[in-house]
């Protein structure tokens, strides 16, 4: 008998797949299923919530807003989760698993002061002023969010490496280089190793700000908060 101890590839990504998956199973259409199974895998385990949009959950699960939004319902109308979307489809919204269908003890919400929830907010607020980001954090954005607050990095160096990271991004839209959005916080990480043993100069760091905003509100006034299909005169940023 093999009594070696297993060891997952990734555990962050592990999903306690038990009897809450199988009650699930036995009452959800093959589609409602398939989308329940993305949630559990997504959302936070700690309250088995995932903030998303209607438009990029369609996305994610390669689905019409339609089908999503019908096989949203038919999970509400089974009491196995309850969503909240704003009447524009590429607004905030949440979805949560009732506790009879989440495998984890969901933990009582922190306080608004907590210092935790604080560096999360302003890191949001970061990505939400930021054209060319997909500002909704993922499960595992927030656990890389956890990761730079356990390791006490500074909100002054992960807004630089934001900005930096975002101005790069531009430039390679410039370079007709794939033009997606920055999906994962884990773009900007290798930014943050780069600038943590450095001191950037005041004046570099205005002249990065400038550079941004101007690319950024051209894209802006041209494409709103989003990719266009047409790539811009970018000579106005040169």
Known sequence: MNTERLTLKNPRGWFAAGAEVEKAMAILSDGAFRL?????LNARRD?????????QLAE???????STRKYLREMTDAGI??????HNPMGEGSIEINEAFWPYVKTAEE??????EEFTAEIRKMLQARACVRS????????????????????????QAIQL?????????????????INSLSYFQPIIEELKDQKLDAEYCNYIRYRLGRMENYW????????????PTWSKFD
């Open 81 to 86: 989760c309850c969503f909240r979307f704003s």
């Open 220 to 231: 802006k006034e041209k494409y709103g908060k989003g990719i266009g299909i047409n790539q």
């Open 165 to 181: 990271g975002c101005v790069r991004k531009y430039v390679s839209w410039r370079n007709n280089q794939t033009r997606s959005l």
């Open 47 to 55: 309250n088995g919530v995932l903030e998303n949009s209607l438009t």
């Open 36 to 40: 329940f199974i993305y949630l559990c």
């Open 136 to 159: 909704l954090l993922s499960a595992a954005d927030e656990i890389q969010i956890r990761n730079w607050f356990d390791k006490q990095i500074k909100l002054k160096l992960i807004e």
């Open 60 to 66: 994610s699960t390669g689905r019409g807003k339609n």
């Open 111 to 116: 306080s608004p002061g907590n210092e935790a």
